[in-house]
């Protein structure tokens, strides 16, 4: 097991729905962190090209609005692989660095018009690992993405040790969280776009409960962050300026934060973590192992995909 990694979560604004800048954007912060010898970085939820904040904002009676802010959306998301993927890849690997970055993703297996909220696992020689889908939209952003299934819960094995994600409100759901610690996860990435400080308590009470670490990558977006083009943005209060200012932490699989929260700026966090310390804190409490009860509970995942 490797003992000291230096370990990244990027706190950035995209270029709002612009895919050719945002992956830009990504490939600097991937390289700028392989120059610091970071061995994981962890992206925001989304962050390819930007949170649809306007679920909230735009009712479905307007329909026509909609229909535009979604055409553009698709034609600014990923399909994996394609040529957005291979500029992460490319970077991944000259930087020699692992990524999880957050996308819309394109259903290419059917009609390329749907969009999943997909986090893509890179290592660090460049290789796509796999995706996870987020199993379930949150409220309104239901008219945004459809939902993943069982066969995306998976964990990787990267030279950072042994790497799995979970989107944002997913991870308040139990039975997912336990498909993840059993798998032997001992990073889980949690991109989000939940700023709040209950957002903070709950993934110190995962780390703890899981005994891992967790990297949280929250998107910072600023109103001045949107083009004037787009309507929308004349919905928020008057005199805003911050849509979403972060909170990005990393927390130990104690529970305590040992990176952030970073506030209201863009930024990459940094920490050092030892994977040793995983253990040390399954002593006393290892939800899947001496303190499981097969005898009681039985549990399996759906891993086929749907």
């Known amino acids: 097991m490797t003992k000291n990694i230096k370990v990244a979560a990027a706190q950035l604004s ?77 970077a991944a690997k000259k930087a020699r660095i692992n990524v999880v970055i957050g996308v819309h993703e394109r259903n290419t297996e059917t009609s390329n018009a749907s969009l999943f909220n997909s986090l893509l696992f890179i290592n660090d020689k460049g290789m796509i690992l796999g995706k996870h889908r987020k199993l379930i939209p949150t409220g309104g952003e239901r008219l945004i993405w459809s939902q993943g299934d069982g066969s995306s819960l998976c964990a990787y094995d990267t030279s950072a040790g042994k790497i799995a994600g979970l989107i944002c409100w997913e991870n308040f759901m139990p039975l997912a969280r336990n498909a993840i610690y059993e798998l032997g996860t001992q990073i889980l990435a949690t991109p989000t776009w939940d700023k709040s400080p209950n957002w903070i308590q709950s993934i110190q009470h995962i780390a ?29 209060p008057e005199g805003r300026e911050w849509i979403n200012v972060g909170n990005s932490s990393i927390i130990g699989p104690n529970g305590n934060i040992i990176a952030g929260p970073l506030e209201a700026e863009e930024g990459v966090l940094y920490a050092d973590i030892n994977l040793q310390q995983i253990i040390k804190a399954k002593r006393m409490f290892d939800v899947v192992g001496h303190y499981s009860r097969p005898d009681v509970f039985s549990f399996n995942v759906k891993n086929k995909p749907n």
């Open 208 to 236: 703890r409960e899981g005994g891992l670490f967790i990297i949280s990558a929250c998107m910072v977006l600023k109103i001045d962050d949107i083009p004037d083009e787009y309507e929308f943005k004349k919905l928020y």
């Open 14 to 90: 995209p270029v709002f729905l612009n895919k050719e800048k945002t992956v830009e954007k990504a490939c600097e912060a991937i390289l700028e962190a392989g120059e610091k010898n970071a061995r994981l970085i962890v992206f925001p939820e989304a962050f390819i090209s930007g949170y649809p904040d306007w679920v909230w904002l735009i009712p479905n009676s307007k329909g026509a609005d909609l229909n535009d802010l979604y055409l553009k959306l698709v034609e600014n998301a990923v399909s994996i692989p394609d040529d957005t993927t291979n500029k992460l890849c490319i």
